[in-house]
């Protein structure tokens, strides 16, 4: 009997033992958890609830800054820009120049021409210069280049004069004489061959710029600079070359009486210079206008508004048109730009 009790007295502490082991087991294992979960990191504060809480909602969000910059690595070079493309004037005037300096007067001509329909300045008074040189060779001077379809060589017939070898070419007795270097009328020598251009010359007036450019045919030839009437009075219009006139009386109001007065050439008062060439309508019978083109003795007014609506010129160019334009035959078109 005693035997059985302390058997199972032994059996109680084992057991005893054994949960107590368990105990301290459970222990350990709930503390490490526990720290497991304080080492876990935190997660971020809502930034937002954080503001409505601390009163700061209207700052916005937190602005977290930008890393700082590292090397920056040196910019690309821009891809270049086009070049500027031509116009067909643009290459007009580069092909006449280039012809110019080969001495290809004829094709130079005729690039330059068609270049001025188109181009600005500084290009087109630089190709207005350049046929004006031209004009001298090809046109002024006696010598006929090949290919050049604006003068030819005349064979003079017994009986024929300046006058009426020139009417057949729109052109006048004076200036084919000086082209052909004839003293006078009666130094034509018939049979004998003579340079002709093929008129006649026509007139642009610029109004704008005080400008009188001259023409054969579509080529420029030269460049006058001009005055204007006062409060716009010049007109503006299609005409033709009317009476061509050396040194006319004037008719005009004396600045003392303002009674009409006629002045003379010499007289100091005169105002026309020597040459004088009037506006004739074109659809009338053949009437001139009261305006015209003429010389002046207040060379400082050319280039501006001072005439009674005439256009003054220096008394040396209105001598180098008056042998161009031929009456009834060279247009005179004035234009208001």
């Known amino acids: 009997m005693a ?51 601390t009163g700061q909602a209207d700052q916005g969000p937190s602005v977290i800054a930008p890393p700082e910059p590292g090397p920056q690595a040196p910019p690309e070079p821009e891809p270049p820009k086009p070049s500027h493309a031509k ?3 643009e290459q007009w005037f580069e092909a006449g120049r280039e012809a110019f300096d080969r001495g290809e007067y004829v094709n130079a001509r005729y690039q330059l021409s068609k270049a001025l329909k188109g181009i600005g300045n500084p290009a087109k008074t630089n190709a207005q210069l350049q046929l004006a040189t031209i004009a001298k060779k090809l046109t002024f001077a006696r010598q006929i280049f090949p290919g050049d379809t604006t003068a030819e060589s005349y064979h003079v017939k017994q009986g024929e004069t300046p006058a009426s070898v020139a009417k057949q070419y729109g052109i006048t007795a004076d200036l084919f004489m000086k082209i052909n270097n004839i003293r006078n009328a009666r130094s034509m020598i018939a049979g004998d061959n003579y340079k002709l251009i093929k008129g006649p010359f026509h007139v642009v007036v610029h109004k704008k710029s005080f400008e009188l450019h001259v023409f054969l045919g579509d080529y420029f030839v030269k460049r006058y600079s001009i005055g204007l009437g006062r409060d716009n009075s010049t007109p503006v219009g299609e005409f033709l070359a009317g009476s061509r006139l050396e040194k006319p009386p004037w008719t005009g109001e004396d600045p003392k009486t303002g009674r009409k007065t006629v002045v003379y050439h010499g007289d100091p008062n005169y105002p026309l210079g020597d040459y004088w060439i009037s506006l004739r309508d074109p659809d009338g019978d053949s009437e001139d206008t009261d305006y015209g083109i003429h010389g002046t003795n207040e060379p400082q007014t050319i280039g501006t508004l001072a005439s009674r609506g005439c256009i003054r010129m220096h008394d040396e160019d209105i001598a180098e048109l008056f042998d161009l334009l031929v009456t009834g035959k060279s247009r005179i078109t004035l234009l208001a730009d």
């Open 3 to 53: 035997r059985v009790l302390r058997s199972n007295r032994l059996g109680l502490v084992a057991m005893a033992a054994l949960a107590l082991l368990v105990l301290v087991l459970v222990i350990f294992w709930v503390r490490g958890c526990g720290d497991q979960a304080q080492q876990q990191p935190s997660q971020p504060a809502d930034t937002t609830a954080q503001a409505g809480q």
């Open 87 to 89: 116009t067909i004037y």
